[in-house]
């Protein structure tokens, strides 16, 4: 399965912005499905990730309350709404794919299948 995010862009501070990530070749139906960020001279960390069955989300604490990762009724695409934005969520978002274990969800690495990224922006 191939993927591509978009949705990025420049917002100011307190703003919104929804990405998406499409699936093409097969659908994220059988995958844990996540995001990751990349701020410039930092190394990609985990945004949010949503198992399988939709059962379970899990954020990292700096996005809680304002970031919902979900996914698309098709299992096509998968979206991640971001609230109340600010200038430190600014980076390269990346989405992802794969079959992590419960103890691998937040880990690069577990993740087998990634789109190219999309830039988010936010000014203060």
């Known amino acids: 399965v191939q993927l591509q995010a978009f949705g990025g862009g420049l917002v100011q501070a307190g703003g919104s912005l929804r990405l998406s990530c499409a699936a093409s070749?097969?659908?994220?139906?059988?995958?844990?499905v996540a995001w990751f960020r990349q701020a410039p001279g930092k190394e990609r960390e985990f945004v949010a990730t949503?198992?399988?069955?939709?059962?379970?989300?899990y954020y990292t604490d700096s996005v809680k309350g304002r970031f919902t990762i979900s996914r698309g009724i098709r299992e096509s695409t998968m979206y991640l709404q971001m609230n109340s934005l600010e200038p430190e969520d600014t980076a390269v978002y990346y989405c992802?794919?794969?079959?992590?274990?419960?103890?691998?969800?937040?880990?690069?690495?577990?993740?087998?299948?990634w789109g190219q990224g999309t830039l988010v922006t936010v000014s203060s």
């Open positions: 949503i198992s399988r069955n939709n059962n379970n989300a």
């Open positions: 992802a794919a794969g079959r992590p274990i419960l103890s691998s969800l937040r880990y690069v690495n577990a993740y087998t299948h």
């Open positions: 070749g097969g659908t994220f139906r059988s995958y844990t």
